[in-house]
């Protein structure tokens, strides 16, 4: 795995584990909800840099192809989640970034592909 890659999942499970906190503040705070909005959308672009340094890792780079679908999927789950969170629909959204953050974690703990 190359090291830009390592570093955007090292990224976005520190940007999927601050999610909570600015959802915390939005439930706190009367402008909780513009972090919260911003946080989600910072966890999306980091999604999309994954997908990309995937890319490049697995063409110029030789790395597994497996490390390209792993990315394309996180990004079409956050992507459901960020939709799901501007449709209020909790009972998903929650759960769902749970297990984005487990995914996450788990994937930056492999040492390969």
Known sequence: MTTFLRGTIALQTLVVFLAPVTAGLLLTTPNGHVLHSASAYTVWVVAVVQVVAAVLAWRPGGGSPRA??????????????VV?????????????????????????TRRSG
């Open 84 to 108: 799901l969170g501007i449709a209020h629909v909790t009972t998903v959204h929650v759960p769902l970034g749970v297990a984005l953050f487990g995914v996450s974690l788990v994937r930056l």
């Open 68 to 81: 390209v679908l792993y990315a394309v999927v996180f990004l079409v789950l956050v992507t459901a989640q």
